[in-house]
């Protein structure tokens, strides 16, 4: 018997050595860390850390290998531009992985963040981009002026306290923001009731979001009747009754603007009523799913990359001060009209640029799947496989970017201090934070024009800095985005 046992063991472990074997010799798929039964070669990576530990197998493997991700399967990952590129241009490598996550939080529809590379993804998508365009940008810069304007606020009157962490006013002020621009919240109050329900679930929903999250990874765990699994129904429950009330709302009241990301769902049904969009294959609820999309990314990308920011401009004073004189020589009073004045700050605008190459928000960048079998650099990546970039290498090759982990707003200036064209910055360098190809970020317009009016809401009220001696943790923690670590935070009203 206990031979038996042990023969059945022994097949147990040599199993997924022999399927790499196969895999890599046979097949010809990248090589990876040897698995091992159930979780694969995810004990390499470090839950914290995962760009860190992927730069690490990196070295041992080379630009491009892979790992098989406990029961989700093998992933690809690329540390190099050219094979991003590469990746980024085929049209057959943009569909997304079937995630357990997605198919609790969907409730049986598909958004554009998480349906394949389709026909639907392209109408919903095109429907939705248009939309963003027509929504006024002075309409977003009203809204976010009135939050930022609390923030700062809110920084000054703090500094009574002995030690003052401001993540927590960063997120109430960032939610309110994509709250105005998704549901047409208004940002007088960014410490309302609501808002605080929806910070809630949005925390809660995010950390499962995480491809490497272990629910994901062992979708046995989502049958156990765990008290996680109630809450996260309670918030899906709770965000589709906010969907309904706010759709009904705008149906009622859109008056043929666009004023925000219910407004364009409000149009698009208004036409079906008229028969104007008849063929579409999708439903109302795809474009649930896609605002929600949009709020959710928007929401966290946006938080982090702020607080990321606060960090940076304290560790390099001397860029926060030569972002500050750029400022006060275009605003010698309160700012107002900011995003009609960006041609006059370049050095403001590649700083926030530098900012995003250095804190890389989106470490691992977003997992695409093959559609059919793909050829990368002489491997063979089969058809369901997923593939992801390990952006926050690609933003520290000292290959691309000499020391690269000094903050240089002059790596996107030219020689005579004017900021490179979109094209060049997002096409040509090796600097993807809103990803690229065929299924780039939509609110990447938005989201730059908000760190612009931030920084210059920001610095034009207050000083900011670290207490003395202290030293900050500057690797972060990835949950979804790579999250800076709480920092102290002193702030001197100007």
């Not at 999708?282 to 946006?302: H, N, P, Q, V």
């Amino acid at each position: 018997m206990l031979w038996v046992i042990g023969g059945i063991c022994l097949c147990v472990f040599l199993y997924p050595i022999l399927q790499d074997l196969y895999l890599v010799y046979i097949r010809g798929i990248p090589p990876g860390p040897v698995s091992l039964p159930i979780i694969g070669g995810v004990y390499r990576l470090n839950p914290r850390v995962p760009h860190l530990s992927l730069e690490s197998i990196g070295k041992q493997y080379g630009k491009i290998f892979s790992i098989k991700m406990g029961t989700f399967g093998r992933t690809v990952f690329l540390q190099d531009i050219k094979l991003v590129n590469q990746m980024f241009d085929c049209s057959d490598a943009h569909d997304r992985p079937d995630l357990p996550i997605f198919r609790i939080v969907n409730t049986g529809a598909d958004g554009i963040g998480s349906c394949r590379y389709n026909s639907r993804w392209k109408t919903m998508t095109k429907i939705l981009h248009r939309g963003l365009a027509h929504i006024p940008s002075s309409s977003i810069e009203e809204s976010a002026i009135d939050a930022y304007l609390q923030l700062t606020d809110m920084f000054i009157q703090k500094q009574t306290c002995s030690i003052y962490y401001p993540r927590a006013d960063v997120v109430k002020t960032c939610t309110a923001i994509i709250s105005s621009l998704v549901y047409g919240v208004k940002t007088d109050n960014i410490d309302s009731p609501d808002l605080r329900s929806r910070i809630h679930y949005h925390s809660l929903l995010m950390s499962f979001l995480n491809p490497a999250h272990p629910f994901n990874l062992l979708p046995i765990l989502w049958k156990l009747p765990t008290s996680i699994r109630k809450t996260l129904h309670q918030c899906i429950s709770d965000r589709d009754e906010l969907f309904d009330n706010s759709l009904k709302d705008h149906a009622e009241n859109y008056n043929g603007e666009i004023k925000d990301v219910f407004d364009i769902i409000a149009d698009y049904e208004l036409k079906v009523k008229n028969h104007q969009n008849t063929s579409d294959d999708f439903e109302r609820k795809d474009l649930f799913l896609s605002a929600w999309t949009i709020y959710m990314a928007g929401c966290d990308t946006t938080t982090d990359t702020s607080i990321w920011i606060l960090l940076y401009l304290c560790v390099f004073p001397d860029v926060q001060e030569k972002m500050r004189e750029e400022i006060d020589s275009v605003f010698t009073k309160e700012p107002k009209d900011i995003l009609q004045q960006k041609q006059f700050l370049n050095y403001t605008r590649a700083a926030i640029l530098e900012c995003l190459r250095l804190s890389s928000p989106i470490a691992i960048g977003l997992p695409n799947v093959a559609s059919r079998d793909l050829q990368i650099d002489g491997y063979t990546i089969p058809k369901g496989t997923a593939l992801m970039a390990n952006q926050w290498h690609i933003h520290h090759d000292e290959t691309h970017w000499p020391e690269p982990f000094q903050l240089k707003p002059e790596r996107f200036l030219d020689a005579d201090g004017t900021i490179f064209s979109n094209y060049h910055i997002f096409q040509k360098m090796p600097f993807i934070p809103f990803s690229r190809g065929k299924r780039p970020c939509l609110g990447q317009t938005i989201a730059l024009d908000l760190l612009l009016i931030y920084v210059t809401i920001l610095l034009k009220k207050v000083e900011i800095q670290l207490p003395a001696n202290y030293k900050p943790d500057l690797t972060g923690n990835v949950l979804f985005n790579l999250r800076p670590n709480e920092f102290p935070l002193e702030c001197i009203a100007r």
